[in-house]
């Protein structure tokens, strides 16, 4: 079952409390900010700041590491390409070969470049939680709405994040399905075409399903607007919350200009 990003939304913290406007734009422009780095101390720091945040809004540690594991799995094997396929210039650089693929100095030192990367995409999910994670769904749609985002791009965001799970229902129930009529997985040909033929299923259902929404929202006047009872109102608190977020992703892409820390900088 697909889980729920703002499961903690209902949780009471500084995260929590803050306009939900200025946190998705404060915290958008960190995640930019450490996306755009290439020093692997800032990157490090950046990584830092976002588990305070992470701390700071009350969401459990083991809920945000649980969804992290994917994408260490996902960037884990640059620490396996990078070193093998980094070359030095020097002569005599090389350290072994193994088939054709050599493994230099220079790429034992570009370990590191890897290491960056991975900091990056995990510090970049690790802040999409406090940005978007301490607000019900509705809520953090109508503030983008807020923030003048096209209307066409809000709704897409709205029905994806509303039908994914149907669609996952009805995954579930044509997995039942099959195991019922004794389907086993297993490799090959069969089961292959077997999956194919329940994933066409799942599309052709998907589109029957969006026609009957339409008609349906339609015939109750949807006017493409997000109506609900909350109402923004920033404060004081909102934009200290707000400005030291921002100076601080402003902060680390001017240490990165000075070059105040120059491990792998200039990579």
């Known amino acids: 079952?697909?889980?729920?990003?703002?499961?903690?939304?209902?949780?009471?913290?500084?995260?929590?409390?803050?306009?939900?406007?200025?946190?998705?734009?404060?915290?958008?422009?960190?995640?930019?900010?450490?996306?755009?780095?290439?020093?692997?101390?800032l990157v490090t720091i950046g990584m830092i700041f976002s588990i305070i945040l992470v701390y700071l809004s009350k969401i459990p540690f083991s809920f945000?590491?649980?969804?992290?594991?994917?994408?260490?799995?996902?960037?884990?094997?640059?620490?396996?390409?990078?070193?093998?396929?980094?070359?030095g210039t020097d002569t005599g650089v090389e350290i072994a070969r193994f088939y054709g693929i050599t493994l230099s100095y220079r790429g034992i030192?570009?370990?590191?470049?890897?290491?960056?990367?991975?900091?990056?995409?995990l510090t970049s999910v690790m802040l999409i939680f406090p940005m978007i994670g301490t607000s019900r769904m509705d809520i953090t749609i109508k503030a983008l709405e807020g923030l003048h985002l096209p209307n066409k791009l809000v709704q897409m965001f709205a029905f994806t994040y509303r039908y994914i799970f149907v669609l996952d229902d009805e995954f579930v129930r044509t997995e039942r399905s099959l195991a019922s009529r004794g389907f086993k997985r297993r490799g090959d040909l069969y089961t292959l075409t077997t999956v194919?033929?329940?994933?066409?299923?799942?599309?052709?259902?998907?589109?029957?399903?969006?026609?009957?929404?339409?008609?349906?929202?339609?015939?109750?006047?949807?006017?493409?607007?997000?109506?609900?009872?909350?109402?923004?109102?920033?404060g004081r608190q909102d934009w200290i919350n707000a400005i030291a977020v921002f100076g601080f992703a402003v902060l680390l892409q001017v240490a990165a200009m000075s070059g105040a820390f120059s491990i792998y900088g200039g990579i």
């Open 109 to 121: 030192e570009a370990v590191g470049f890897a290491a960056m990367i991975v900091l990056k995409a």
């Open 64 to 87: 945000v590491l649980d969804r992290l594991k994917l994408v260490f799995v996902l960037v884990l094997p640059f620490f396996l390409i990078i070193p093998f396929t980094t070359m």
């Open 1 to 41: 079952m697909i889980s729920e990003i703002d499961r903690y939304a209902g949780l009471s913290s500084p995260i929590h409390r803050w306009d939900p406007r200025l946190r998705i734009v404060s915290i958008l422009a960190l995640i930019f900010s450490v996306v755009l780095l290439y020093n692997l101390t």
């Open 196 to 234: 194919s033929k329940a994933i066409a299923m799942l599309f052709v259902k998907s589109y029957e399903r969006a026609d009957r929404v339409f008609y349906a929202m339609r015939s109750k006047g949807y006017s493409g607007k997000v109506v609900t009872l909350h109402e923004f109102d920033s």
